[in-house]
């Protein structure tokens, strides 16, 4: 063989063991966002799901209780918002103000005995509880997916491999501001 044909062997062979890591390392960041993205639709789901069961709660609680207009509007709001959001960080965003919405209303139920013998409030606010369970365990599955995702990123080769073929960091589902706080009501 002659020295030529070697060199050009070797060139390949050479190439082949550098393209091997930088196609395992692809391939590994494109599976890591597209669990995150699965996560996250599955985050989305539940969210709907709570999304549909707030107006019926509503709806059975305004009949009972006239005069906490500011709740129910603080939750008309949220929803509005939260429909409106195009982005992952608007969809968090208006989340969080609903779900600080919510768990106003449900304070505001506890606190009216008619209430909460009602069976249709009742039945509305265990669905509504079942849910918020599920969100939060689809909330964790969606942080835990992102950090993995986010350590393939940042580290090394992925790093390299990241910012070559534009893998972005995602950000984390995290509680609104206030959130360690149990929410007041008044009812002067």
Do not use: C, H
Request: aromatic fraction near 8%; glycine fraction near 4%.
């Amino acid at each position: 063989m002659k020295n030529w044909m070697k060199a050009v062997i070797g060139v390949v062979v050479v190439l082949a063991l550098l393209a091997i890591p930088f196609i395992t390392s692809y391939n590994s960041l494109v599976n890591a966002e597209s669990a995150v993205d699965s996560q996250w639709a599955n985050v989305e789901s539940k969210l709907q799901r709570r999304y549909d069961l707030i107006p019926n709660l509503v709806n059975s609680v305004k009949g009972s209780m006239t005069q906490e207009k500011e709740v129910f509007g603080a939750i008309a709001d949220a929803r509005s918002k939260l429909s409106g959001a195009k982005t992952v960080d608007d969809k968090v965003k208006a989340n969080n103000e609903l779900e600080s919405a919510v768990s106003r209303l449900l304070v505001v139920v506890e606190n009216y005995p008619d209430l909460k013998s009602n069976q249709n409030v009742q039945g509305l606010m265990d669905e509504l509880a079942g849910t918020e369970n599920r969100i939060s365990v689809e909330r964790d599955r969606y942080n835990k997916a992102v950090q993995t995702y986010n350590n393939k990123v940042k580290r090394f080769p992925g790093s390299i491999i990241a910012n070559m073929t534009g893998f972005e960091p995602r950000a984390f589902f995290t509680a609104v501001d206030g959130a360690d706080k149990a929410p007041s009501v008044n009812f002067d």
